[in-house]
């Protein structure tokens, strides 16, 4: 999976001149963060992190993730419909993870009062890496599907424009031309907008709902900004905001401030750090209310690491989407091998099988945000730690994806220029909207790169391991 600039990579005073110019482009574009040290003043900030050079994927695989989105969506709305199947699936988990159980106690008592809410968005991103298996052929393998916060659709809207200029600079204008447009932030704006429309108040407002700490604020403005472009006024609020002067009226219409809610989109709330018993409050205040919640809280927990594992048992994608033979093959081919660990036989004989042979296998627990993962020796210990407890029901077992890595540079702030050797994340942002029990928009909306040097295990942009990337389809 070579992309046509192995010649250059030894070519050190061109690689350097490059990295000026990609540094300057990604200023100019809006490739942009905040510093840790001043994570809430945008008076000093400096580039995301990003490749220098686009990295080589397969376009066949590129095409078969773009394809298999909109059957992803389906898939996560009738999961988040289905009351039964998340009660069952979620069963061991929430006796474990009070994370999961007090999500999972705020769906019931919505359900139980009654939903509100009649319009429904989902804004999710689906990952995939290109796993070379036994015969060296690269297949297509889902990592996860992020159902809530799912960032960089801003940021990479602007990424491609910077390798452009990158590959000018080095002589490679016909393969700068073979760059695919990527505007993320308009799909996913489309859908808040969609979504807007049918709550049917025009001086209703977006809120996002951000976090206390606020690097990533570009990546968001982004998004932002486009809402602004059709008129449609955003408020950015936090969960502490929410709890002192969110209110729910008779109607169970939302007010932030005396301003009616329309859509709320959530940057925030996927963590146990995120909450504590107020935020939980004004959680369950936003989700008592009629205002559109992207993600409503049964989406998220259609996003769980559970579920996902739940989905590759045979005849269980069948019975969320009947009469949708052709989806149910499409999603099963991206599925890389899941286990369980739930108390029993099946649990046990996997947990054997993994101690004596950690390296293949990951161990995920039921988190967003990444690095969170655990990996050989670490996995070893953890697993041989809790074999014997109900605690391991908390995590799920998932082959190890073993892509073929390529050289290139990671550009970061205050770091040397160094090659490494690197493997990429593919993500495709999905956007649905249903009224009632229509499905009235779905769609891929574009797509994410990262890349990491294949000595970090895990970890995305926001944890300060992969940098944001470019496909080069080959």
């Not at 030894?10 to 200023?27: G, M, T, W």
């Not at 916060?149 to 390798?163: E, K, M, N, P, Q």
């Not at 505007?183 to 407002?205: C, D």
């Not at 649990?347 to 967003?368: H, N, S, Y």
């Amino acid at each position: 999976m070579a992309a046509p600039w192995e010649d250059v990579l030894r070519n050190k005073p061109a690689i350097q001149e490059a990295a000026s110019v990609a540094v300057d482009a990604a200023l100019l574009h809006g490739v942009l963060m905040r510093t840790e040290g001043e994570p809430n003043a945008s008076d000093v900030v400096n580039y995301a992190p990003f490749t220098l050079l686009p990295s080589a994927v397969p376009s066949a695989l590129f095409e078969q993730a773009y394809a298999v989105q909109q059957d992803f969506n389906l898939l996560v709305d009738a999961i988040s419909q289905n009351k039964e199947f998340l009660e069952h699936t979620l069963a061991s988990t929430i006796k474990v993870d009070d994370f999961t159980a007090q999500l999972f106690r705020i769906h019931m008592q919505v359900l139980e009062e009654g939903l509100a809410q009649s319009v429904f968005l989902g804004i999710n991103r689906s990952d995939y890496m290109f796993d070379c298996g036994v015969d060296g052929t690269p297949a297509l393998k889902q990592i996860e599907i992020n159902t809530i916060a799912a960032s960089f659709g801003g940021l990479t809207s602007r990424t491609a424009a910077v390798h452009g200029q990158v590959l000018k600079v080095l002589g490679k204008s016909k393969e700068a031309s073979r760059l695919l447009p990527n505007n993320p932030s308009k799909g996913l704006a489309l859908g808040i907008a969609k979504a807007w429309e049918l709550y049917g108040s025009p001086s209703a407002v977006v809120m996002f709902l951000v976090e206390e700490v606020q690097r990533n604020i570009f990546d968001q403005r982004c998004v932002e900004n486009e809402l602004w472009n059709r008129n449609i006024r955003v408020i950015r609020k936090r969960f502490r905001d929410v709890f002192e002067k969110g209110s729910v009226d008779d109607a169970r219409r939302l007010y932030m401030d005396g301003q009616e809610v329309a859509v709320v989109y959530y940057r925030e709330g996927y963590v146990p750090k995120n909450y504590n018993q107020q935020n939980w409050e004004a959680r369950l205040l936003l989700e008592r209310s009629r205002a559109v919640k992207c993600p409503d809280i049964a989406t998220q927990l259609a996003g769980t690491k559970k579920v996902q594992q739940e989905l590759s048992r045979p005849g269980t994608l069948e019975r969320l989407l009947p009469g949708h033979a052709e989806a149910v093959t499409r999603i099963r081919a991206t599925f890389a091998g899941l286990y369980s660990l739930d108390v029993g036989e099946e649990g046990d004989k996997i947990a054997a099988t993994a101690i004596a042979d950690p390296d293949r296998f990951v161990l995920k627990p039921q988190r967003e945000g990444g690095g969170n993962n655990l990996y050989g020796e670490e996995l070893r210990q953890v697993l041989e730690k809790i074999r014997d407890s109900p605690e391991r029901t908390s995590y799920i077992l998932m082959d190890k994806i073993k892509p073929q890595p390529a050289m290139n540079y990671l550009l970061r702030a205050h770091s040397p220029l160094q090659v490494s050797e690197c493997v990429s994340e593919l993500g495709i942002f999905g956007v649905y909207v249903r009224q009632g029990k229509e499905m009235v928009m779905n769609e891929a909306a574009g797509h994410l790169l990262r890349t990491k040097a294949i000595e970090h295990a895990d970890g995305g942009v926001a944890a300060g391991v992969a940098v944001l990337d470019t496909p080069y389809l080959v």
